[in-house]
Nanobody
Framework: QVQLVESGGGLVQAGGSLRLSCAASGRTFGSYGMGWFRQAPGKEREFVAT???????????DYADSVKGRFAISGDSAKNTVYLQMNSLKPEDTAVYYCAAGNGKYGVRWSVVEGYDYWGRGTQVTVSS
């Protein structure tokens, strides 16, 4: 069983930055694909970013179009932690941010909720205008 705990959320003004952390139990980072999703009130959970091993020691990251160039996902295998650095934040980035881990499923993209098996409880990010 994988346990994920997010932290680092808070209130920030538009244009500011936050770094979210996702601490995972066990040797999760590197063994699982890791993702960040977010859910705003009244909306469905949406993909933000994902990172997964791509052969050997290489990792590949993908981003939602809405955050490309502003957000960066990274991981620290020694700490078993995944990060989401968020820069140039906008009010529309306000949401609960969730960390997720998955084994990978044939035919299922890493950019969808169904691609993940484990979820954290989320951390609130609020961006004021």
């Amino acid at each position: 069983q994988v346990q994920l705990v997010e932290s680092g959320g808070g209130l920030v003004q538009a244009g500011g930055s936050l770094r979210l952390s996702c601490a995972a139990s066990g040797r999760t980072f590197g063994s699982y694909g890791m993702g960040w999703f977010r859910q705003a009130p009244g909306k469905e959970r949406e993909f933000v970013a994902t990172i997964r091993r791509s052969g050997g020691l290489a990792y590949v990251a993908d981003y939602a179009d809405s955050v490309k160039g502003r957000f960066a996902i990274s991981g620290d295998s020694a700490k078993n932690t995944v990060y989401l650095q968020m820069n140039s934040l906008k009010p529309e980035d306000t949401a609960v941010y969730y960390c997720a881990a998955g084994n990978g499923k044939y035919g299922v993209r890493w950019s969808v909720v169904e691609g993940y098996d484990y979820w954290g409880r989320g951390t609130q990010v609020t961006v004021s205008s």
